[in-house]
T-cell receptor, first 115, second 114 residues
Framework: DAGITQSPRHKVTETGTPVTLRCHQT?????MYWYRQDPGHGLRLIHY???????DKGEVSDGYSVSRSKTEDFLLTLESATSSQTSVYFC??????????????FGAGSRLTVL | QQQVKQSPQSLIVQKGGISIINCAYE??????FPWYQQFPGKGPALLIA?????SEKKEGRFTISFNKSAKQFSLHIMDSQPGDSATYFC?????????????FGQGTRLTINP
């Protein structure tokens, strides 16, 4: 998965508890993203980062925060998990493909269940 | 508001047949249209992509057809094989070399019967 590691890969938690998902990349790419995947909705952008300490909101950012203190790590935090945040979360990075084209490359995903 | 609408939700095709998945978009600022393929338990992977300056792009058995005036694009899989069984997502974005904030369609689960 292009040097992207997501952890944990699976997590079950209870409503109201905090949860942090980690995305680690080994290739020093500038842009990193968090998406969630739900049936009938495809993938939706939660937050993205364009550098250390530089982040911005995506389409479905409510209830989520992110941090990027190092180039290689992008953390997604659910401060107080709710059942509506049960989903599969994908981290992605922008990787060069050649001829000036960039590609969004995804990690393997983290499946989160909030009971 | 769904900016990229994809159909059908599911599709069953016989081996050797042509699979066709359609997408429509609303934002005329979109200038990059990729298709992603996802197998169970894996992340989506780029399959093929097109920019609006061409009407068609072919890579092997996979072809994107693009209609700028209708704001539609489609994926054609020729000689479909069981190994093509996967979920396919169309997507769109704008913004050049900056952050690629892809907007995805809802996905199509494709099953190729042997």
């Amino acid at each position: 998965d292009a040097g992207i590691t997501q952890s944990p890969r699976h997590k079950v938690t209870e409503t109201g508890t905090p949860v942090t998902l980690r995305c680690h990349q080994t290739e020093n790419h500038r842009y990193m993203y968090w998406y969630r995947q739900d049936p009938g909705h495809g993938l939706r952008l939660i937050h993205y980062s364009y550098g250390v300490k530089d982040t911005d909101k995506g389409e479905v950012s409510d209830g989520y925060s992110v941090s990027r203190s190092k180039t290689e790590d992008f953390l997604l935090t659910l401060e107080s998990a709710t059942s509506s945040q049960t989903s599969v979360y994908f981290c992605a990075i922008t990787t060069p493909r050649g001829a000036g084209a960039n590609v969004l490359t995804f990690g393997a995903g983290s499946r989160l269940t909030v009971l | 508001q769904q900016q990229v609408k994809q159909s059908p939700q599911s599709l069953i095709v016989q081996k050797g047949g042509i699979s066709i998945i359609n997408c429509a978009y609303e934002n005329t600022a979109f200038d990059y249209f990729p298709w992603y393929q996802q197998f169970p338990g894996k992340g989506p992977a780029l399959l093929i992509a097109i920019r609006p300056d061409v009407s068609e792009k072919k890579e092997g058995r996979f072809t994107i057809s693009f209609n700028k005036s209708a704001k539609q694009f489609s994926l054609h899989i020729m000689d479909s094989q069981p190994g093509d069984s996967a979920t396919y997502f169309c997507a769109a974005s704008s913004g050049g070399q900056g952050a690629q904030k892809l907007v995805f369609g809802q996905g199509t689960r494709l099953t190729i019967n042997p």
